[in-house]
């Protein structure tokens, strides 16, 4: 299977408090793994500490979530996250939520970096764009 542009893959633990009165992961968690989603990928390709450092801030505008399968305690999925479109100031992000080889959940973000001295939204990062360019 070819790789998507800046793909991830992280393996979740599902732990008590993940699980709601009905015996399944709670909708508040797949928020959280989506940001641990992000957080690899970030750490994998461009190091947020090296990105603030920079003046740049990643900010999440939307998140689209679509449940096809409840999840429970002892199930063991994964996630996998890739940017699907990046613009001169905004990108992308698709994520989806395996378990075994069936997907459970996608999911949609929308986002830009924001200059963090003046709050405002900046250009792509470089580095971000020259990483995608390699996929396109």
């Known amino acids: 299977m070819e790789q998507k542009p800046l793909e991830v893959s992280v393996?979740?633990?599902?732990?008590?408090y993940d699980i709601d009165f009905a015996g399944i992961v709670s909708n508040i968690v797949y928020i959280r793994w989506l940001e641990d989603l992000r957080l690899k990928m970030l750490e994998s390709y461009f190091p947020l500490e090296q990105l603030m450092a920079q003046g740049y801030c990643p900010i999440i505008t939307s998140t689209e979530?679509?449940?096809k399968k409840a999840l429970?305690?002892?199930?063991?999925p994964r996630g996998k996250m890739w940017i699907s479109?990046?613009?001169?100031s905004r990108c992308t992000l698709q994520a989806e939520i395996y378990l075994h080889d069936e997907?459970?959940?996608?999911?949609?973000q929308m986002g830009f970096?924001?200059?963090l001295e003046t709050m405002r939204p900046m250009a792509i990062p470089e580095e971000v764009k020259n990483i995608y360019a390699q996929y396109e």
């Open 72 to 76: 429970k305690i002892f199930d063991k």
């Open 113 to 115: 970096f924001i200059n």
């Open 65 to 67: 979530i679509k449940y």
């Open 85 to 88: 479109k990046l613009g001169r």
């Open 11 to 16: 393996k979740f633990p599902v732990k008590t």
């Open 103 to 108: 997907i459970v959940t996608t999911a949609t």
